[in-house]
């Protein structure tokens, strides 16, 4: 990588630590599509709690693993601000390295590795040899 690309690169980074530490805090608390549709035939409070009807929402159950960043929050956490915020952070992190890692591990070695995949990069092109009957 060359090293223009790394302020670019590091500037991307700190732009999407910040999206996901403190703007996700700020992000519709409203059920987005998905939700909507299962809760749809149900009636629910202002907590968004299922009071009365019939819908696929009311067969929901937790996840056998939940995880540690279930619920757009880190378990532990008692603060939802910073849950959220913290459980953002984590998130763009992991994907970063293994993104990372990824393109670390396909990217083109240059010259030595591009040889070794062609033959000997140091020898001169033999040149085209007619057939000759002898």
């Given at each position: 990588?060359?090293?223009?690309?790394?302020?670019?690169?590091?500037?991307?980074?700190?732009?999407?630590?910040?999206?996901?530490?403190?703007?996700?805090?700020y992000a519709s608390?409203?059920?987005?599509?998905?939700?909507?549709?299962?809760?749809?035939?149900?009636?629910?409070?202002?907590?968004?709690?299922?009071?009365?009807?019939?819908?696929?929402?009311?067969?929901?159950?937790?996840?056998?693993?939940?995880?540690?960043?279930?619920?757009?929050?880190?378990?532990?956490?008692?603060?939802?601000?910073?849950?959220?915020?913290?459980?953002?952070?984590?998130?763009?992190?992991?994907?970063?390295?293994?993104?990372?890692?990824?393109?670390?591990?396909?990217?083109?070695?240059?010259?030595?590795?591009?040889?070794?995949?062609?033959?000997?990069?140091?020898?001169?092109?033999?040149?085209?040899?007619?057939?000759?009957?002898?």
């Amino acid at each position: 990588m060359s090293k223009r690309s790394w302020p670019f690169l590091l500037g991307g980074l700190l732009v999407a630590l910040l999206l996901a530490g403190v703007v996700s805090n700020y992000a519709s608390s409203h059920p987005d599509g998905l939700d909507a549709s299962l809760l749809k035939g149900c009636t629910v409070n202002a907590d968004d709690e299922i009071t009365g009807g019939s819908c696929p929402a009311q067969q929901a159950k937790e996840h056998e693993l939940g995880g540690p960043l279930a619920d757009y929050g880190v378990r532990g956490v008692s603060n939802g601000f910073l849950s959220t915020g913290l459980s953002g952070v984590i998130g763009v992190l992991v994907t970063f390295a293994l993104a990372g890692g990824l393109f670390w591990l396909t990217r083109r070695r240059g010259t030595a590795a591009s040889a070794d995949r062609t033959g000997d990069a140091g020898a001169a092109p033999e040149p085209a040899r007619a057939n000759q009957a002898g």
